[in-house]
């Protein structure tokens, strides 16, 4: 994992326990978590195409449950 991704993983799952503790609401962990989820579909339809596959895609609504 380079070192750009690690860090947008790093915000985004600090996004996701700031939503469970009731710290933020769902909207700005939504707006922290997305630049995190544009790369993780970015990356997934990159891997999916190279192997023609369909891309499994990033869901909010799964990440924060």
Known sequence: ???EIKALKDTAEYARM???LGAITREEAAERIKPYADAFNAKSREIAKKYNQKPGK?????YLR
């Open 1 to 3: 994992m380079n070192p």
């Open 18 to 20: 700031m939503y469970r």
């Open 58 to 62: 990033f869901s909010l609504a799964a």
